[in-house]
């Protein structure tokens, strides 16, 4: 389907041509029609799916019906300053012919940010594009009026649960008109985003996506690999396939850093990704990266959603995901905007078990690659590690307590235990 078969403005069609958008994306043939006719919506959609427009357009096509107002007529809640920022700018391009403005706002600033963000807020606007916790100290100051809010929308709602804002959420809904239209975008739908649609959503249209198959311009493979031979195989690979726009996904902070002090040794042109950066720090990566300053980017699952970067080259997980929807959000970082890209997962003797579950998800198996011998050469993909050795020395069975030892006084620690709430 293409765009000039929805019911949109020739405002909206325009944006849309000159911004090379032609093709609707499943989520955006099957959410468009369904918001446009007043109802509420829930949509199952993994990142990279064309979601952002799915929910834009229909709020961009009634806005830039009437005239300009500086009231806030629609909230867009989001995880991260990132993917703020990134829809931000996608509002721009949709609307660069109607006149709706449009308001970021995020932590991660000083005290000139907040006041920036509040002096903008003052002077109004009717989109707003928030990450939970910053929209909610701006309300708490008394100068944010949702009263004439008309639409509300949830994107990456799974995410922003996973990250606590789920009461954010709620305060921020029970400041808004009971009669609106609510949009809520989610890659998964566990029990706990489930609830959510309850209570904010009315009678909703679902819409559910094939979430968790990757796309077939992504060449997988996976190396068949022991644990301590990864770092001597990720830079064969950044010789042999491409060393160049590449992210790279280790379990944690700790690995991150690691290996990004192993690579820097080697001369490799990389930053770092995880929590423990401040936001200003994030922001110079992230621009250093877009900018090619910077050729690999080693992270944390911080980035296997909501960061919109089309020409990444390939993606490497260092180390098995947990889960294989995050998998596929891992690997979607690559192949985008009709682009081909690559998949490389190195699977070490603990990632076994959890490769061979991503592969029953994706129901076939991954193409493997081959290990040079000068690398030890192929491994046998049956061995397995335990997930969690034991420490050396202790053995598999309770060992006898000695002779002399007294019985352990369970009571001893009563004095710091906390009190039980009263009922």
């Known amino acids: 389907m293409t765009f000039e078969e929805l019911d949109l403005t020739d405002d909206v069609l325009d944006a849309l041509y000159d911004m090379n958008f032609s093709e609707c994306t499943p989520i955006q043939e099957q959410a468009i029609p369904a918001a446009l006719s007043g109802r509420d919506l829930i949509a199952v959609?993994?990142?990279?799916?064309?979601?952002?427009?799915?929910?834009?357009?229909?709020?961009?096509?009634?806005?830039?019906?009437?005239?300009?107002?500086?009231?806030?007529?629609?909230?867009?809640?989001t995880p991260t300053r990132e993917l703020a920022m990134q829809i931000d700018a996608q509002m721009d391009g949709f609307s660069y012919f109607l006149p709706i403005s449009s308001l970021a706002i995020y932590g991660g600033t000083d005290g000139a940010g907040f006041a920036q963000q509040q002096r903008a807020l003052k002077s109004?606007?009717?989109?707003?594009?928030?990450?939970?916790?910053?929209?909610?100290?701006?309300?708490?100051?008394?100068?944010?009026?949702?009263?004439?809010?008309?639409?509300?929308?949830?994107?990456?709602?799974?995410r922003m649960l996973d990250m606590g804002f789920y009461d954010d959420i709620m305060q921020i809904a029970a400041r808004l008109p009971e009669h609106r239209h609510t949009f809520m975008f989610s890659a998964t739908m566990p029990p706990k985003i489930q609830k959510l649609a309850k209570t904010v959503l009315n009678d909703p249209v679902e819409i559910k996506i094939a979430v968790s198959r990757p796309t077939e311009k992504i060449a997988q493979s996976a190396y068949i690999c022991s644990e301590r031979g990864k770092n001597a195989l990720l830079c064969h690979i950044f010789q042999n396939v491409s060393s160049q726009r590449v992210?790279?996904?280790?379990?944690?902070?700790?690995?991150?850093?690691?290996?990004?002090?192993?690579?820097?040794?080697?001369?490799?042109?990389?930053?770092?990704?995880?929590?423990?950066?401040?936001?200003?720090?994030?922001?110079?990566?992230?621009?250093?990266?877009?900018?090619?300053?910077?050729?690999?980017?080693?992270a944390t699952d911080i980035l296997s959603r909501g960061i919109d970067i089309d020409d990444i080259s390939m993606v490497v997980n260092f180390d098995v995901p947990h889960d294989p929807?995050?998998?596929?959000?891992?690997i979607g970082r690559t192949a985008r905007a009709n682009?081909?890209?690559?998949?490389?997962?190195?699977?070490?003797?603990?990632?076994?078990?959890?490769?061979?579950?991503?592969?029953?998800?994706?129901?076939?198996?991954?193409?493997?690659?081959?290990?040079?011998?000068?690398?030890?050469?192929?491994?046998?993909?049956?061995?397995?590690?335990?997930?969690?050795?034991?420490?050396?020395?202790?053995?598999?069975?309770?060992r006898d307590k000695p002779s002399n030892s007294k019985p352990r006084d369970k009571r001893r620690n009563n004095k710091f235990r906390k009190p039980k709430k009263e009922e």
């Open 45 to 77: 959609a993994q990142t990279g799916t064309g979601k952002t427009a799915a929910f834009l357009l229909p709020v961009i096509n009634e806005l830039g019906k009437r005239e300009a107002s500086d009231k806030v007529k629609c909230v867009v809640m």
């Open 124 to 158: 109004g606007a009717e989109v707003i594009i928030a990450t939970p916790g910053r929209l909610l100290a701006h309300l708490q100051m008394g100068y944010v009026d949702l009263s004439e809010v008309e639409f509300f929308i949830l994107d990456e709602a799974d």
């Open 247 to 298: 992210i790279v996904f280790a379990s944690s902070k700790l690995k991150v850093k690691e290996l990004c002090r192993e690579l820097r040794k080697r001369h490799y042109k990389v930053a770092e990704m995880h929590s423990d950066l401040e936001q200003k720090e994030r922001d110079v990566v992230m621009r250093d990266f877009r900018n090619a300053h910077i050729d690999i980017l080693v």
């Open 325 to 330: 929807e995050d998998y596929v959000h891992r």
């Open 339 to 398: 682009a081909d890209g690559i998949a490389i997962t190195l699977v070490g003797e603990r990632d076994r078990r959890k490769f061979k579950f991503i592969e029953d998800f994706l129901g076939y198996q991954v193409k493997r690659g081959e290990i040079p011998a000068e690398l030890g050469g192929p491994v046998n993909e049956s061995e397995i590690a335990d997930e969690k050795p034991r420490r050396p020395g202790r053995s598999k069975g309770r």
